[in-house]
């Protein structure tokens, strides 16, 4: 079992920059792909990043390419997800996931979440 727990998010004005944290419990956080998604109000939950350790992938989704960096310290057993060049379409819950498929993209491909942390980012 993993638990995880995000932090860092906030209100932030357009063009501004956020980092969230993700800290995970247990001993095998190095054995698992670390993801992030996102949820706006009305929407479905979206994937937005993700990184594999033991496989070097990271991938993004294309909304936020250039602007977002995903992270991992291992040792911390915490997954970063640096936000820069924020945008008002970036508003949305952000949840930490867990899983075990290296590059996943997919809602299934996570087997443990967090309760989320807000973003809002205001015009």
């Known amino acids: 079992q993993v638990q995880l727990v995000e932090s860092g998010g906030g209100l932030v004005q357009a063009g501004g920059s956020l980092r969230l944290s993700c800290t995970a419990s247990g001993r095998t956080f190095s054995t698992y792909v670390m993801g992030w998604f996102r949820q706006a109000p009305g929407k479905e939950r979206e994937f937005v990043a993700t990184i594999s350790w033991r496989d070097g992938i990271i991938r993004y989704v294309d909304s936020v390419q250039g602007r977002f960096t995903i992270s991992r310290d291992n040792a911390k057993n915490t997954v970063f997800l640096k936000m820069n060049s924020l945008k008002p379409e970036d508003t949305a819950v952000y949840y930490c996931?867990?899983?075990?498929?290296?590059?996943?993209?997919?809602?299934?491909?996570?087997?443990?979440w967090g309760q989320g942390t807000q973003v809002t980012v205001s015009s």
């Open positions: 996931a867990a899983g075990t498929t290296a590059g996943g993209t997919r809602f299934t491909d996570y087997n443990f």
